[in-house]
């Protein structure tokens, strides 16, 4: 049974670009939760999907943008990239339905230059 | 006042040791509580989930949580070399929002 995967493993961008990280859930969940997670700190809760929909925000400019596809995959998308946006991007999947626990993926490292 | 307060350390102790992690919250609506352990370059992992106040164990590890002081408290028993890594408490409320302490940095010395 795969986990919680992320692609891709490592990027790097310049600033004012566009980025697209995308995760696949775990087998069997059917929420994704996105954060961001800057060096030396917890991750922060950038917003939630289910059922293709934003459930939930966290403190994060519209230029943090997602989505969720029927097969309850996601994407995110970051525009006019910003240095302070370098970090490790989390992907978390869930079960609505179960016990809602959040299981993470590897992330994905970001790089702004 | 943050949410939640988690002290960075490091902490370092001997093999063997008994490791006590802690955090504090403010907001009485979280519900859930988590600790994640988080190896460096890698996604956090969830150890244990806990809903009400008491304790909690699973193998090495004891959760414990005090709403009433709203502490929580993780301690791993028999510590090893490999149990080094960042500890992460994590809390959530009854909208599904997670919030992350800033993490212990645990260094487990042979």
């Known amino acids: 049974d795969a986990g919680v995967t992320q692609s891709p493993t490592h990027l790097i961008k310049t600033r004012g670009q566009q980025v697209t990280l995308r995760c696949s859930p775990k087998?069997?969940?059917?929420?994704v939760s996105w954060y961001q997670q800057a060096l030396g700190q917890g991750p922060q809760f950038i917003f939630q999907?289910?059922?293709?929909?934003?459930?939930q925000r966290g403190n994060f400019p519209d230029r943090f943008s997602g989505h969720q596809f029927p097969n309850y995959s996601s994407e995110l998308n970051v525009n006019a990239l910003l240095l302070g946006d370098s970090a490790l991007y989390l992907c978390?999947?869930?079960?609505?339905?179960?016990?809602?626990?959040?299981?993470f993926g590897p992330g994905t490292r970001l790089t702004v230059t | 006042q943050k949410e939640v307060e988690q002290d960075p350390g490091p902490l370092s102790v001997p093999e063997g040791a008994i490791v006590s992690l802690n955090c504090t919250y403010s907001?009485?609506?979280?519900?859930?509580f988590m600790w994640y352990r988080q190896y460096s370059r890698k996604g956090p992992e969830l150890l244990m989930y806990?809903?009400?106040?008491g304790n909690k164990e699973d193998g090495r590890f004891t959760a414990q949580v005090d709403k009433s002081s709203k502490y929580i408290s993780l301690f791993i028993r028999d510590s090893q070399p490999s149990d080094s890594a960042t500890y992460l408490c994590?809390?959530?409320?009854?909208?599904?929002?997670?919030?992350f302490g800033k993490g212990t940095r645990l260094h487990i010395l042979p």
């Open positions: 978390a999947s869930s079960s609505l339905a179960g016990g809602r626990e959040q299981y």
């Open positions: 907001n009485s609506a979280f519900q859930y």
């Open positions: 994590a809390m959530r409320d009854r909208d599904d929002k997670i919030i």
């Open positions: 087998s069997g969940h059917d929420t």
């Open positions: 999907y289910y059922e293709e929909e934003e459930r």
């Open positions: 806990t809903y009400s106040s």
